[in-house]
């Protein structure tokens, strides 16, 4: 079992910055790739990014390129989201993800999951 919890999350104004982290309470992190998706209010949970077990594959869904950046500490046991340029758009619960496999859109197939961390962008 893989417990996964977010923080950084909070209340920013359009342009900001913010920092999500999830830490991972399992010693095999390094296995596991690691995914970011997010939800706003009314809508279905989508995808954002994804990163591999070394950090070595990086992808993300065509919205938050250039803004996202995805990286992870497996001595830390902890995967990071860092989020510039923050849009009003960006507002959404995030949550973090572990697969045994690159699992990418397909939220079925990720096998843990976090609780989330609200992020709300102003405008």
């Known amino acids: 079992q893989v417990q996964l919890v977010e923080s950084g999350g909070g209340l920013v104004q359009a342009g900001d910055s913010l920092k999500l982290s999830c830490t991972a309470s399992v010693r095999t992190f390094r296995n596991y790739v690691m995914g970011w998706f997010r939800q706003a209010p009314g809508t279905e949970r989508e995808f954002v990014g994804i990163?591999?077990?070394?950090?070595?594959?990086?992808s993300y869904v065509d919205s938050v390129k250039g803004r996202f950046t995805i990286s992870r500490d497996n001595v830390e046991n902890t995967l990071y989201l860092q989020m510039n340029n923050l849009r009003p758009e960006d507002t959404a619960v995030y949550y973090c993800?572990?697969?045994?496999?690159?699992?990418?859109?397909?939220?079925?197939?990720?096998?843990?999951w976090g609780r989330g961390t609200q992020v709300t962008v102003s405008s």
């Open positions: 993800a572990a697969s045994y496999f690159w699992a990418n859109t397909t939220q079925s197939l990720w096998k843990y």
């Open positions: 990163i591999s077990e070394n950090g070595d594959g990086i």
